[in-house]
């Protein structure tokens, strides 16, 4: 058996563990990082996710929608302080993730960040 040390170890490396391990690098860049996946990067459930991504990014977009379509979403499950602070967030976060490279899909006649959702209100 082959054993790592790490300074930190992050399971799971769909987005929420690939953004963790981002943020432990930027905090300690010295650090060793283990980020722990029982699948291969591009089988992640986030990339498996054929849904697309949502933010509040043009406007007709809301806050309000954009919390509502996540919490009915979630069959009402979810915890909803941290669904708020997610949606108020996900703007700022896209924005980033687009300057590291990811290749968001745009309209031809917007500037804006066309995103989709299955389950979205539509708005």
Partial sequence: MQTFQ?????IGAGGAGLRAAIAAAQANPNAKIALISKVYPMRSHTVA???????V?????????HFHD???GGD???EQDVVDYF???CPTEMTQ??????????RPDV?????????????
Avoid at 49 to 55: D, H, I, Q, T
Avoid at 111 to 123: F, H, K, M, N, Q
């Fill in 6 to 10: 790490a300074d930190l170890a992050i």
């Fill in 49 to 55: 996710a054929e849904g697309g991504s949502a933010a």
């Fill in 76 to 78: 009402w499950l979810c």
């Fill in 111 to 123: 500037r804006t960040v066309a995103l989709t959702c299955v389950a979205s209100s539509g708005r």
């Fill in 97 to 106: 993730l687009e300057q590291w490279g990811c290749p968001w899909s745009r």
């Fill in 70 to 72: 996540t919490v009915a």
């Fill in 87 to 89: 949606v108020h967030h």
């Fill in 57 to 65: 990014a043009q406007d007709h977009d809301s806050f309000d929608y």
